[in-house]
């Protein structure tokens, strides 16, 4: 695919006191270990009258509080609906010496809202920098719905919206000054946003950049109806940009793929291709072109909404190396792992159920099932020689510098978890840590982490999106 003929000029990166992140990929892998996370955590919708806040868990196995929240940051304002996180800068600026990473931007999904915090002063107690009210996204943008925040070369931080003030649909995307956070207006062309938005992945060595499609706000804003999706209101295309020019040259239809969320390239920044996770039809498809490569098949099932059952892929990742892909099915309730050596011939090489809608002794009978023989047991994990069962249901997912260990979360959306999960309304999430064979793959619970989010201090809360200090690979791209 050709997006131009203006060359793209690189300056080696040649210095003594770099900027933020790693020069490679691979020397990203040979980072230290984490030692902290941070995540939102989530209370609108869930009963309790108290503001979304930024967790701190301890991740390391040989600290006394490993496994516990040991900070958390309440934002001023209720129900804003934390979401994702991204950083004021990455290793795109790599070469920028004047850079650090310091500053955690957290958009809000339903308030519109951008938090800017402060991890740089004192990473295990973040503090509150800056609050960009929705009024001035609103007047200066003509944006609402905020979703994911990239770093950008240029210093800037550019968030991708779903919507309009209104709550229309309208992708387009959001300009912070990476040294003020003042709104700077929009990045694409005034006139030029997408129908709708989500997520977005970007490569100026390619001059590329491509937007993925949930649905408007209005939409989705208060549950999934199934009759929207027959009405074409929901996403099922990509968008390409070109990135110089800040405008969409080509609109890709998947007809395979309704609802493409996640959307990661390659991080090898030579590369010409990536993946976009479908959630409604649990595909995932090769770009830039639109190739499906995996497909998980629905299960015929009794006593849920539909009579089938889709696996609902919601976050996706590649290792740094590009040799695995992972995703999670929310509803089917495992997490896979696939060798991507050739992109173009995934191989499943692990998958872990960890709980869902299809754990025997549920409500819901599978009748047909593609894969399995029998439904998956719930699952068990013990801590201090108390057993739990709550059948978690894997959503966000975060895996090590090193590629050896995964974090996951289970809510997606507190609408959607209050539809399609109502005991994590009551009961709250839980991260749990999933050991990884990178040699010839596979995926182990690691029975000695659990955070319950069930136990937090005001009632239990939501954890969504998780992020490391230093970087990892969802959040840091390569030049």
């Not at 230290?32 to 989530?42: A, D, K, S, W």
């Amino acid at each position: 695919m050709s997006l131009g003929n203006t060359p793209v000029v690189f300056a080696a990166t040649k210095c003594g006191d770099c900027g933020p992140g790693y020069p490679t990929p691979q020397e990203a892998m040979k980072g230290p270990r984490e030692e902290i996370v941070y995540l939102p955590c989530i209370y609108r919708n869930t009963g309790t009258e108290a503001p979304d806040y930024l967790a701190t868990v301890d991740v390391d196995p040989k600290s006394p509080q490993y496994s516990q929240v040991i900070h958390r940051l309440p934002m001023p304002h209720l129900k804003d609906e934390l979401h994702h996180s991204g950083w004021n800068t990455c290793s795109s600026c790599f070469g920028d010496s004047t850079k650090s990473r310091n500053k955690l931007v957290l958009p809000s999904f339903i308030s519109s809202r951008i938090y800017v915090v402060d991890v740089g002063t004192e990473p295990r107690a973040p503090k509150l920098h800056k609050v960009i009210e929705a009024k001035d996204i609103h007047e200066k943008c003509g944006l609402g719905t905020p979703h994911t925040s990239h770093c950008l070369p240029t210093g800037e931080v550019m968030i991708s919206t779903l919507g309009d003030p209104k709550g229309n649909g309208k992708g387009g995307f959001v300009l912070l000054d990476g040294e003020t956070f003042e709104v700077k207006g929009t990045w694409e062309r005034p006139g030029g946003s997408a129908p709708m938005g989500y997520d977005f992945w970007y490569q100026p060595r390619h001059n590329v950049m491509i937007s993925t499609e949930w649905a408007a706000p209005n939409v989705l804003r208060d549950g999934f109806n199934p009759a929207d999706v027959e009405a074409g209101l929901y996403g099922k295309h990509l968008h390409v940009w070109d990135w110089q020019r800040h405008e969409i040259v080509q609109t890709l239809l998947m007809p395979d793929g309704h609802i493409p969320l996640e959307i990661r390239f390659l991080h090898d920044p030579a590369a010409s291709q990536g993946f976009v996770g479908c959630a409604l039809s649990s595909t995932i498809q090769r770009t830039w072109s639109v190739e499906k490569v995996i497909e998980v098949p629905p299960k015929k099932v009794k006593g849920w909404m539909l009579p089938e059952m889709p696996g609902l892929i919601t976050d996706i990742l590649l290792s740094l190396d590009d040799r695995f892909l992972y995703f999670n099915n929310w509803l089917h309730g495992d997490m896979r792992q696939y060798d991507i050596s050739d992109p173009k011939r995934p191989r499943l090489v692990g998958q872990i159920f960890l709980g869902g809608s299809i754990v025997k002794g549920g409500p819901v009978q599978v009748l047909e099932d593609q894969e399995l023989k029998s439904q998956p047991e719930p699952l068990v994990v013990k801590r201090l020689s108390t057993p739990l069962g709550f059948p978690w249901c894997p959503q966000m997912i975060q895996l090590s510098l090193d590629g050896k260990r995964i974090y996951v979360t289970t809510s997606l959306y507190s609408d959607w978890d209050k539809q399609f999960y109502p005991d994590l309304i009551r009961e709250g999430s839980v991260m749990l840590q999933i050991d990884v064979d990178t040699v010839k793959g596979g995926l182990k619970l690691n029975p000695n982490f659990l955070v319950d989010f069930g136990k937090e201090p005001l009632g239990p809360a939501l954890a969504h999106e998780i992020r490391y200090p230093g970087g990892d690979c969802t959040s840091d791209i390569w030049l």
